[in-house]
């Protein structure tokens, strides 16, 4: 029977980019991603992998959003490859966050405690160096929030301090584990960005930098690896710009009109948005092929066919029963000469370092169908006129045989063309594989 390749690959339905380092700095210590968030719609906003150099973006997840809220205003990395979304509604409305697990795919809704249940918050962000989050707030009805706040992930208050005499408003801020670095971008003065000098139990600010008025931007992030600090940029909210000093060194403009209040560079452990096709066929000689996508990290690829109940590592190369593997450790594999040995149930588990044990993709049965005739992964009419053709021109005939199409009628491998294999076709064809 002659060998043809079909090629069944999935649509790509939110995002490609699997094993791109978006985020990562020249030197490759650690991949890290730029993510903002998109604004809400039917109570859902969408958290966004952000290319750091052209602008493009692409969705990493789905996430609920609360009621009653407007958008997404700031966004944390957490320990654990967790991540953290402050959302807004007005400055009458106290704080609420939203911590997400891409891992485990949960939201946990959290609610802060008394003093900032009652104050209007702005800034916040995971602070290593305290071990808690900490937040700017103020009074309801103002955007001055120049007191700071240090809150468990629980919601739980830990201390508070005093407003800042230097500061008329602590917008956004970015956090390492040597700084606490808040930013102003409209203050009339010049000390636009500020730093906890000494952190709490007695925090103390001094000036940063003082870089240009910006009449609105949004978050402010600190690249893990470079310690380069990033801030969305302009009244628009539309492009990131580098803080060099006391200048903005400005960056692309986000791709299809996307703007984002919230930033953040975090090591994201990779999801994948496009699944192996759940049921492929092939044609015995056909090649199958199993694509899926993914989206964060730069994950490690590793197919597998279940064996006796247990998962067993596909390796490139010669099966052993005529059929031969290639791109076992990539997004997309193949089974070229494919027949009734290699047929069972795939999947494909992703590594990462922000996943060290692994993301399972779902498994796909592959099958060889008599009745996928021209072998391109579906039964249907072509099918049943390409084995008509054939069997027309073969019937009883010694095999192989062909029709204008190339198909051997000889689909019980028998050697003789005749009503058994009509018969054998028509189960197959009736039955759809």
Known sequence: MRTVNVVLVATFMLTAGAGCAWGQDDREVQVFDAIGASSPSSDMFQIR????ATGA?????SVPFPSGFSHVLAASTLPGNRLLFSIFKDTSTGLRALIVDPLAGSVTDVVPGAPLNARHCEAIEWSPRHNALLVSYGNFGSSATTSI?????????????????????LDYVACDATRDIFID????????????????????????ASPPIVSASGDLAIHPSSGRIYVVYGAARNRLAELVGDSYVLGPIFAD?????????VPLPPRIQVQPRADTITCEGGTAVLTLES???????????????????LVDGPTGTGSSISGATTPSVSISNFD?????????????????????????????????????????????LDFMDAFGLCDARPAPCAGSSGFDADLNGDTVIDILDFLDFLDAFGQGC
């Open 49 to 52: 992998v952000i290319d750091m």
């Open 295 to 313: 989206t964060g990290g730069s994950p490690s690829y590793l197919w597998r066919k279940l064996v006796g109940g247990v998962w067993t590592s």
């Open 149 to 169: 706040a240090l809150m468990e992930e629980s919601g739980a208050v830990r201390t508070t301090a005093a407003a800042s005499p230097s500061q008329a408003d």
């Open 257 to 265: 009109g996307f703007s984002t209040y919230a930033f953040a560079i």
């Open 57 to 61: 973006h692409k969705p990493y997840m």
């Open 340 to 384: 009734h040995a290699d047929e069972g149930e795939y999947s494909c588990i992703l590594f990462d370092s922000a996943a060290p044990a692994g993301v399972e993709s779902a498994s796909s049965s592959v099958r060889v169908c008599l009745a996928n005739v021209n072998c391109d992964g579906e039964v249907d009419i072509l099918d049943f």
């Open 185 to 208: 971008p409209n203050r009339a003065a010049t000390n636009r960005v500020v730093q906890l000098a000494t952190p709490f139990p007695t925090p103390m600010f001094s000036d940063f």
